[in-house]
């Protein structure tokens, strides 16, 4: 990245923002995906092929974690990276793939359900567990031959002391990350939204089925993935279309790179907002957090003994220790 590339903002309130923002982000976003690993690894007994996008997706909200603390630690010393250039690269490659990651796996959740509840009799339907791993790592083949170029490019940007590390060069457009930036929120909108409304009007149509409430499940968990969708990405894609229609005046303007930061971190919200899809997903996962709920919230009685008192114990085992007794007696 050119030194010309490089903004320095007199009073810059970014660092101010935006770590508070972050440690939100990872702290329930670790927590919610947390809990849905654990829940995917050790509580899902039957795996189907909504089940494996559903995992490759928290797959892709933990890589987000782990880049978060270091994005943390740049806004806390003022937009300084402390690094190299190499895990500048890294971690810039590995957010964009989580942004990648999650929007396809979003999408293609919604088009498992949109042929579910559409076509419920359409092969894609059927296909095994094998193929649906088949296509996730074709998908994840896309994602990261589409981000590998933040690896192949110098992103650190050097003003006297100050060492910068970003993805966006805030002088002009970017090229193929803008394109990239653009095409990976506009295209799986567009598939999302037919998705939703096909279900919808599907159910509408049969009006004996809408009142089921397997039907009213389907309808909420497309709502809940398009609303997540909405709400991560169209900040962030709004506020760079600004900016790429108001160049080169709104190069180095405060309020654009405040816009453009701060509705970023809304793209670090789906880490948050993703363990709701899980939730809507599956009746598994109602379960599985009451469960955990329970447990936490279930006293446990310091000092009970192991022994259980009479009345506690089966007939049995009463039975057993009278006719004992007795025949203690006679020998006696």
């Known amino acids: 990245m050119d030194n010309e590339s490089c903004c320095l903002i007199e009073g810059d ?7 508070p923002l972050l440690i939100l982000a990872f702290v329930l976003g670790a927590l919610g995906n947390g809990i849905a690993l654990y829940g995917f690894c050790f509580h899902m007994k039957t795996w189907k092929p909504s089940t494996i996008y559903l995992f490759n997706l928290a797959v892709a909200d933990f890589l987000l974690m782990v880049c978060l603390p270091f994005r943390t630690d740049y806004y806390l010393r003022h937009r300084q990276w402390a690094f190299e250039d190499i895990p500048c690269r890294v971690v810039l490659f590995m957010m964009a793939t989580n942004r990648a990651g999650s929007i396809v796996f979003l999408t293609v959740v919604a088009v498992d359900r949109y042929f579910k509840v559409v076509h ?19 998908l994840w083949t896309m994602i990261i031959l589409g981000t590998l170029y ?11 002391e100050t060492v910068s590390c970003e993805s966006f060069i805030m002088e002009s457009a970017n090229g193929w990350h803008d394109v990239m930036f653009q095409l990976e929120f506009f295209l799986p909108l567009g598939i999302i939204l037919f998705c939703s409304f096909k279900i919808i ?5 049969r009006q004996h089925l809408a009142r ?4 009213k499940k389907a309808t909420r968990f497309i709502m809940v993935v398009a609303a997540v969708f909405v709400t991560c990405y169209l900040p962030s894609v709004s506020a760079r279309l600004y900016f790429l229609w108001t160049v080169p005046l709104s190069a180095c303007d405060p309020s654009v790179h405040i816009a453009l930061h701060v509705t970023l971190s809304f793209t670090y919200m789906n880490s948050m907002l993703d363990p709701l899809v899980y939730y809507f997903s599956s009746p598994l996962f109602p379960k599985f957090y009451a469960k955990l709920k329970i447990g936490s919230l279930r006293p446990k009685r310091p000092g009970r003994s192991k022994t259980r008192r009479p009345e506690e114990m089966p007939v049995s085992s009463l039975c057993h220790r009278s006719c004992t007794s007795v025949t203690n007696s006679f020998q006696s």
């Open 120 to 138: 419920p009799h359409h092969m894609m339907n059927t296909i095994s567990n094998r193929t649906a791993a088949g296509i996730v790592c074709a």
């Open 201 to 205: 009007w599907s159910l509408k149509q």
């Open 212 to 215: 089921q409430t397997r039907m």
């Open 150 to 160: 933040l690896l192949m490019e110098k992103h650190l940007c050097v003003q006297g």
């Open 13 to 19: 309130p970014i660092p101010q923002v935006m770590p």
